[in-house]
C-alpha cells in the first residue's frame, strides 16, 4: 500500500511537472517560429527593397537620359482670373423690409494672415497682416507648417546644388539627388507628415516647398529640391527656367488663374514661391515624363486640412449671436491657395471643429423643420448674417473665399456667400444643391421639392430652384430680374 502510494505521488509529481513544461515548449516553439517568420518577412522585404531600388535607378537613369534631349522653348499664357464688376450694395427685393441687425465680428485679436497675392486690406485693419508660416532656423531637424511641427532628417553638408543655371547644372542636380540617400529620406518623410495632416496634392508641395526654405537659401535650389521631391512621390512635375530663375511646373486637373505652358498637350501652370502673379515668360522646359508618374495633380479638397491649434473667437448670426472659434492656422493655408476655378471652393469641407460649433446653433433651430423649410431657414441666415462686401473693397482685388474664410473675414461677396450656403445645406439637409455661375454673379440652386413657381434649372434631370443668399430678401425660387432670362453655367 505504501509503495502504491509512494508510487502515486511520484506519477503526481510527473505529471504536474509535465503539466508546467509543455507550455514553455510550446512557447518556445511558437517563439522560434514567430522568429524564423519575421526573419523570413525580412528577408523578403529585404529582397522587394532591392528590386524597388533597381527599379527607381533604371527610371532614374532613363529619365536622365530623357531630360539632355527633350529642352525646348515654350512661351507661357497668362490665364486671368474672371473679374466682373459686381453690385456696391448688396441687392434686395424692391418689397423686403430693412434687414436686422447684421452679425457682429470681434477682429481685435484677428491673427496675421499670410497670403501669397498681396492682400490689400481695405478698409484699414479688415484683414490681417502678412506674416511667415515657416521656421527659418537651420540647426534644427524640423520646420513650422502652419502651426504643425514637422519632423525630419538632420541636413548635412551633403545636399545637392545648382553648379550653373542651366540645362545641364538642373541635370547634375537630379542626378546627384537620385543618388542622395538623405534627400530621399527627406522626401519620404515629408510625404509622410503631409498625409497625417490630411493634405491634398497641393498641401503637399506646399509643404515640400516649406521643407526646401528649410534645406536650402537659394530660390533656385529651394524649386529645385521641391521639383525632384515631387517626381519621387509619383508626380509629373517640371521645371523650366530663363536667364534669371527656375520655375516649378504643375499639371493642375483644375484650371488655375496663374501662367501655363501648353507641354505634350497637357497645360503645366507656374507657381512663384514668393507670389503667383507671374508674367508669361518664353521658358526652357524639358518635354520628358518620368517614368511612370502620374500627369494628374489635384487641387480639390476633400477633407478639411489638420493643422496646429490657434484659434480666434468670432461672433456671427443675426437677431440671435453666437460665438464661433476658427483655426487661424487654418485660414492662413488657405489664404496661400492658389486662385483655381470655383469647383475647387465649392467641394472643399468645413473642419470638424467648426461644424461641431455650428451643429450647436443650427441642430435646435431646424430640428422640427423639414429640408425645405431648412433651405429657407439656412438662405435666410445667409442674406442676413453675412455682411455683404465686395472684393475689391475688402481686399483690393477679387479673391474666391472657401466656406471657413467666410466665416472668418468681416463679409463675403456673391460667390463666398453661395459656397457657404452649399456647405449648409449639405450639412443640414439631405438636398443636393449647384452652383449657378453668370457672367456677372454667382449663385445656388437647391433640389427642394415643393415649391410651385419660381426660377428652376434642369440638371440631371431634377428639377433645381434658385436660392440666391445674395439677394436679400428673396426666397427660394426667386431671381433678380436681370438674370431671369439668363442660362448660367453649373458646378456640381
Not at 29 to 36: A, G, I, P, W
Not at 282 to 293: F, H, K, M, R, V
Amino acid at each position: 500500500m505504501k509503495i502504491f502510494q509512494r508510487s502515486g505521488n511520484i506519477l503526481l509529481r510527473i505529471f504536474l511537472i509535465v503539466i508546467f513544461i509543455i507550455p514553455f515548449c510550446a512557447y518556445a516553439q511558437v517563439d522560434d517560429t514567430s522568429n524564423n517568420y519575421q526573419k523570413d518577412f525580412n528577408s523578403f522585404k529585404g529582397s522587394i527593397n532591392q528590386q524597388f531600388d533597381k527599379f527607381v535607378q533604371h527610371n532614374d537613369s532613363v529619365f536622365i537620359k530623357f531630360l539632355a534631349q527633350s529642352w525646348k522653348e515654350f512661351n507661357g499664357v497668362q490665364n486671368k482670373m474672371p473679374a466682373p464688376p459686381k453690385p456696391v450694395q448688396q441687392p434686395k427685393v424692391s418689397s423686403s423690409t430693412k434687414p436686422e441687425t447684421p452679425f457682429k465680428r470681434d477682429t481685435t485679436n484677428v491673427s496675421p494672415v499670410l497670403d501669397n497675392e498681396q492682400l490689400i486690406p481695405v478698409p484699414k485693419d479688415s484683414v490681417p497682416k502678412k506674416v511667415e508660416a515657416f521656421s527659418t532656423a537651420s540647426t534644427s531637424s524640423s520646420f513650422m507648417f502652419y502651426g504643425s511641427v514637422i519632423s525630419m532628417p538632420r541636413p548635412g553638408s551633403g545636399l545637392p546644388k545648382l553648379n550653373a543655371l542651366t540645362k545641364e547644372g538642373i541635370i547634375s542636380f537630379f542626378t546627384s539627388a537620385s543618388n542622395s540617400s538623405l534627400l530621399n529620406n527627406m522626401t519620404r518623410t515629408v510625404k509622410e507628415s503631409s498625409a497625417d495632416c490630411k493634405l491634398n496634392d497641393w498641401g503637399l508641395a506646399s509643404m515640400l516647398m516649406t521643407a526646401a526654405r528649410k534645406l536650402y537659401s537659394t530660390p533656385n535650389e529651394q524649386v529645385l529640391f521641391t521639383w525632384y521631391a515631387l517626381i519621387r512621390n509619383g508626380f509629373n512635375a517640371k521645371v523650366g527656367y530663363n536667364k534669371e530663375k527656375v520655375y516649378l511646373l504643375l499639371p493642375a486637373t483644375e484650371k488655375v488663374y496663374s501662367v501655363s505652358y501648353s507641354i505634350n498637350g497637357i497645360s503645366y501652370y507656374l507657381f512663384d514661391f514668393d507670389i503667383n502673379t507671374q508674367q508669361a515668360n518664353l521658358l526652357s522646359i524639358y518635354e520628358a515624363d518620368y517614368p511612370g508618374n502620374k500627369t494628374g495633380f489635384s487641387f480639390l479638397i476633400t477633407e478639411s486640412p489638420q493643422l496646429g491649434d490657434q484659434f480666434i473667437t468670432n461672433t456671427i448670426g443675426f437677431g440671435t449671436f453666437f460665438d464661433l472659434k476658427i483655426n487661424t492656422n487654418l485660414i492662413d493655408y488657405y489664404a496661400n491657395y492658389p486662385t483655381c476655378e470655383l469647383k475647387v471652393f465649392f467641394a472643399a469641407p468645413l473642419s470638424e471643429a467648426v461644424v461641431r460649433q455650428l451643429d450647436t446653433y443650427f441642430n435646435p433651430a431646424l430640428e422640427k423643420k423639414t429640408d425645405d423649410e431648412r433651405v429657407a431657414f439656412l438662405l435666410n441666415f445667409v442674406q442676413r448674417g453675412i455682411k455683404y462686401q465686395t472684393d475689391q473693397e475688402q481686399f483690393g482685388r477679387e479673391k474666391y473665399l472657401f466656406a471657413e474664410e467666410t466665416l472668418f473675414y468681416p463679409a463675403g461677396d456673391c460667390e463666398d456667400r453661395a459656397i457657404l450656403l452649399a456647405k449648409l445645406i449639405k450639412r443640414y439637409t439631405k438636398l443636393e444643391a449647384i452652383g449657378l455661375l453668370y457672367p456677372e454673379h454667382v449663385s445656388l440652386a437647391v433640389n427642394i421639392k415643393n415649391v410651385t413657381s419660381g426660377k428652376y434649372f434642369t440638371y440631371k434631370n431634377k428639377r433645381y430652384y434658385n436660392c440666391d443668399p445674395t439677394y436679400l430678401g428673396a426666397s427660394c425660387g426667386e431671381i433678380m430680374p436681370r438674370f431671369m432670362n439668363s442660362v448660367p453655367e453649373f458646378i456640381d
